[in-house]
């Protein structure tokens, strides 16, 4: 039972540079969120998505994107990586978005943009 | 302006000590969530309390979510090593709304 599955674990990226970070769930979970975890920042939304072909901003969007092609995946793109970027990123997925049942995350991409 | 305010942010205990954090907020929450996350990993869930005044107990751990739906604390009698890691707390403000987070606490069991 995989859960939430991100890729890569990590990854340093130089000024300027592109990538995306893939998160894969099994658990046909309709909502899918990306976060960052920065030293003393606690977790921040970044986007998040209510079901397949649909995506949100959260609280600190600018600088990235996402696509929620299929059901199971979603992306988070950076277009030109910064060093403000340099963090941990956490996707999630819940059943509900006001779920009681909690979110399950994944075990993070620790991104270094240098 | 942190929505969702966790103290101590850091805690560091004896083994077999009793221990409380808090989570509080100006902001009246439809659910709070407990979780635990250890290095490397992300986040677990502990507990949900949507009831104001509610107690969830979940072995050593006692949840608490306030009446006026407030606010939180976790209560962890005996603790032990195995409870080492950062303690985080999150609440849904209203239905439509994906969880916000606290900074957290960061706890220390030392043998």
């Known amino acids: 039972n995989a859960g939430v599955t991100q890729t890569p674990k990590f990854r340093v990226l130089k000024t300027g540079q592109s990538m995306t970070l893939l998160c894969a769930q099994d658990?046909?979970?309709?909502?899918m969120y990306w976060y960052r975890q920065d030293p003393g920042m606690g977790l921040r939304l970044i986007h998040y998505s209510v079901g397949e072909g649909t995506t949100a901003k959260g609280e600190v969007p600018d600088g990235y994107n996402v696509s929620r092609l299929k059901k199971q995946n979603f992306l988070l793109g950076l277009e030109s990586a910064a060093p403000s970027q340099t963090s941990v990123y956490f996707c999630?997925?819940?059943?509900?978005?006001?779920?009681?049942?909690?979110?399950?995350f994944g075990s993070g991409t620790r991104l270094t943009v240098v | 302006t942190q929505l969702l305010e966790q103290s101590p942010q850091f805690l560091s205990i004896q083994e077999g000590e009793n221990l409380t954090v808090y989570c509080n907020s100006s902001s009246v929450f439809s659910s709070l969530q407990w979780y635990r996350q250890e290095p490397g990993e992300g986040p677990v869930l502990l507990v949900t309390v949507v009831t104001g005044g509610e107690v969830k107990k979940l072995k050593r751990l006692t949840f608490q979510f306030g009446d006026a739906r407030k606010d939180s604390s976790l209560h962890i009698t005996a603790a032990q090593p195995g409870d080492t890691g950062l303690y985080l707390c999150a609440g849904v403000r209203s239905g439509n709304t994906p969880l916000v987070f606290g900074k957290g606490t960061r706890l220390s069991v030392i043998a």
């Open positions: 999630a997925s819940s059943r509900r978005k006001e779920s009681n049942y909690g979110y399950t």
């Open positions: 658990m046909n979970h309709e909502y």
